[in-house]
T-cell receptor, first 116, second 112 residues
Framework: DTGVSQDPRHKITKRGQNVTFRCDPI?????LYWYRQTLGQGPEFLTY????????KSRLLSNRFSAERPKGSFSTLEIQRTEQGDSAMYLC??????????????FGPGTRLTVL | GNSVTQMEGPVTLSEEAFLTINCTYT??????LFWYVQYPGEGLQLLLK?????DKGSNKGFEATYRKETTSFHLEKGSVQVSDSAVYFC???????????FGQGTELSVKP
């Protein structure tokens, strides 16, 4: 197992364009999390899935953001009409989780988005 | 809501110095607590964890004890190495969905 992977690693786009990021979790993990990290700050939770169901969304996730995990495996995060304030590192993490379990979240390398 | 506050960096130490990075949390109930480390150019890695009060997490010479009375989870190492230079994040875990709530990170630089 190669761990959590994310694609692309870097994305530069112009303001107003749409972008989509992909996350491939560790294969047996049923929970998948998206976080956003801006320079000098810790990661902030965006949303999470248990299998294909999106169970929680942060209020940081404006209506320009949408995430999917259609078959309970990989996930995509789309940002529509990007703004300069969307520039950040987008992190994906996965874990084998049930309520109350202590299993670790494993993080991917992140996708760094720059909006010009 | 839950939050985590950790001491601001950057922290610069000489090799073999003693390290403390302070972390306090606010939460409903007793969340699991974690320290993650991010080495230059790499992703976040779990360093250690504690799941209940008075637990001590340890790994690679680092330790942290879950203190319910002071709502703290300070990271310590007796003798740091240059290879410990990284950004360290304290985090608590929401007991419902398992999302992590991170502090702002503390950059550690160890000089030879």
């Amino acid at each position: 197992d190669t761990g959590v992977s994310q694609d692309p690693r870097h994305k530069i786009t112009k303001r107003g364009q749409n972008v989509t990021f992909r996350c491939d979790p560790i294969s047996e993990h049923n929970r998948l999390y998206w976080y956003r990290q801006t320079l000098g700050q810790g990661p902030e939770f965006l949303t999470y899935f248990q299998n294909e169901a999106q169970l929680e969304k942060s209020r940081l996730l404006s209506n320009r953001f949408s995430a999917e995990r259609p078959k309970g495996s990989f996930s995509t995060l789309e940002i529509q009409r990007t703004e300069q304030g969307d520039s950040a590192m987008y992190l994906c993490a996965s874990r084998q989780g049930a309520k109350g379990s202590y299993n670790e979240q494993f993080f991917g390398p992140g996708t760094r988005l720059t909006v010009l | 809501g839950n939050s985590v506050t950790q001491m601001e960096g950057p922290v610069t130490l000489s090799e073999e110095a003693f390290l403390t990075i302070n972390c306090t949390y606010t939460a409903t109930g007793y969340p699991s607590l974690f320290w993650y480390v991010q080495y230059p150019g790499e992703g976040l890695q779990l360093l250690l964890k504690a799941t209940k009060a008075d637990d001590k997490g340890s790994n690679k010479g680092f330790e942290a004890t879950y203190r319910k009375e002071t709502t703290s989870f300070h990271l310590e190492k007796g003798s740091v190495q240059v290879s410990d230079s990284a950004v360290y994040f304290c985090a608590s875990r929401d007991n419902q969905g398992g999302k992590l709530i991170f502090g702002q990170g503390t950059e550690l630089s160890v000089k030879p």
